[in-house]
């Protein structure tokens, strides 16, 4: 089929089937790095605010703000069985595209080997379990291009461990990891800067939950090596033994003493006051001798510290667009290709139509056939006059080459001629007019030939023809 066949039934065919392409190409085309419609953008950071989420461009109270971590992999073991190694992005989160929707299992590297901080899934704020035996072989790294190549891991890393629900779209996870620790000592009024040991029972708080604590042997109660606290409180409970009262707690940093909420003999801090994510909170216990009733609020009196930093407007979560008012990112290809499939067939079924009507037309002139060879100057004026109201150029009137004297075939009575022959041949025996037969009875004159412009003589012509041309006798 050849670009002259190709009209009427068949463009029309050729349209529809584009029409056919566009529809289904948004649906059918689908780039491979998202061909399962699931992808999970994870976030893990030092929460250096400590409060528990990303705070985006919040300082805490000395300058810092939260930090992204992005080296290395990250590590899903999805719904289907897969695992999966992502790595981040250019915004410095860990991207996993192509993969299953259901429940799945997150490993991500924290600091190790040994524990030296704790995680904190933000939307929960669940503390993530830390493992050393994560390993696996035979799974894929899958960039967040969508590119993939054969990866595994070996157990001895430490990892921390969240379970995850994988849904339509893109999930997101934030996980905050700090490392605040807790000690604290005890010291009698008067000479308070020398702990001693005996005089009271101490327990940590962490979000309102208690966390034993123990003598270490030099008068510090600390808490196990493995244990640190999360956002977004914590605190002490001090309980004097018999015989003692409590008269003050404090707490300090290497940056000063921090604010302190009393209750009772329980003592608790926001955990954003603290000017670092990682580091000691080291809180001090003051107990007199004797058994008059506990110090009130007004005993307490803590250092005051500046207020925390306002949110700006980057920590005010957007809200939430309406369902279906969001494109999917990967959709914008596939329709966009589908756009560029409409108007190329568009255009080409435009061109082909017009290129079909110039054939068509250029068919119908050349069949109208050449009659002026033989037309009298008044009947050309009358033909080219007729053709240009037609809106036909002398160009396209013109027949091909061979064809431009060829006589019509079914010629009008006015330009009907007596065709004279090419070469001269025998002459043709034709009776002769009375006058001129060799008569001596006849006694009427010959009349007058009529010259014609080579000096040869004609009969007069014959009525509704054009005039024949004769030679004389003579010649």
């Known amino acids: 089929m050849t670009l002259r066949t190709l009209r009427g039934p068949h463009a029309g065919a050729l349209l529809l089937l584009a029409l056919v392409v566009a529809f289904l190409m948004p649906w059918v085309y689908i780039p491979a790095a998202h061909a399962a419609g699931s992808s999970l953008r994870v976030t893990v950071f030092d929460d250096r605010v400590v409060d528990g989420v990303f705070s985006g461009n919040t300082s805490n109270k000395s300058g810092s703000r939260d930090g992204k971590r992005s080296d290395g992999f990250a590590y899903l073991h999805d719904a289907s069985g897969a695992w999966i190694a992502g790595s981040s992005d250019a915004s410095g989160d860990y991207y996993f595209p192509n993969v299953a929707a259901g429940a799945g299992t997150l490993y991500f590297a924290v600091d190790g080997p040994e524990v030296k901080s704790v995680v904190r899934d933000a939307a929960t704020g669940a503390v993530l ?72 029972d101490i327990s940590f708080l962490s979000n309102g939950a208690t966390i034993p604590a123990r003598d270490d042997g030099s008068a510090k109660y600390r808490t196990n090596a493995d244990v640190f606290f999360p956002a977004t409180t914590m605190g002490i409970t001090v309980k004097p033994v018999k015989g003692f009262h409590l008269v003050n707690v404090t707490a300090e940093t290497t940056n000063g003493e921090i604010n302190l909420k009393r209750e009772g003999n329980t003592f608790t801090l926001q955990m954003e006051d603290l000017p670092f994510s990682v580091g000691f909170v080291e809180f001090r216990a003051v107990v007199r001798e004797g058994t008059s009733a506990s110090p ?20 005010v979560p957007a809200p939430a667009p309406a369902p279906g008012a969001e494109v999917p990112a990967w ?46 100057p008044e009947q050309r004026e009358v033909l080219q006059r007729k053709r240009a109201a037609d809106g036909i150029s002398p160009e396209d009137a013109v027949l091909p080459q061979g064809a431009a004297h060829a006589a019509p075939e079914r010629p009008g009575p006015e330009l009907s001629v007596a065709p ?23 006694s009427q004159p010959s009349p007058p030939s009529k010259a014609s412009p080579d000096g040869a003589h004609d009969s007069a012509p014959a009525t509704g023809t054009l005039p024949v041309v004769r030679r004389s006798e003579q010649d």
């Open 331 to 376: 959709l914008w290809p596939s329709v966009i290709g589908a756009v560029a499939v409409l108007l190329i067939a568009a255009l080409f079924w435009l061109w082909l139509r017009n290129r079909t009507q110039q054939r068509e037309e250029a068919a119908r002139h050349a069949a109208l056939p050449d009659i002026t060879a033989f037309a009298t």
């Open 296 to 315: 009130t609020a007004a005993s307490h009196a803590p250092v005051a510290v500046s207020e925390s930093a306002a949110p700006t407007e980057s920590t």
């Open 420 to 442: 004279a022959s090419s070469a001269p041949g025998p002459r043709e025996h034709r009776p002769r007019a009375p006058w001129k037969q060799s008569s001596s009875s006849s």
């Open 129 to 200: 379990n830390q493992r050393t035996d994560v390993s696996f072989s035979g799974g894929t790294y899958i960039d967040p291009a969508g590119h993939q190549s054969p990866h595994s891991l070996d157990a001895g890393p430490r990892m921390a461990e969240a379970s995850v629900s994988i849904g339509a779209g893109e999930t997101k996870g934030e996980f905050a990891i700090t490392g605040i620790q807790a000690v604290a000592t005890v010291g009698l009024e008067g000479n308070s800067l020398k702990p001693v040991s005996g005089h009271a």
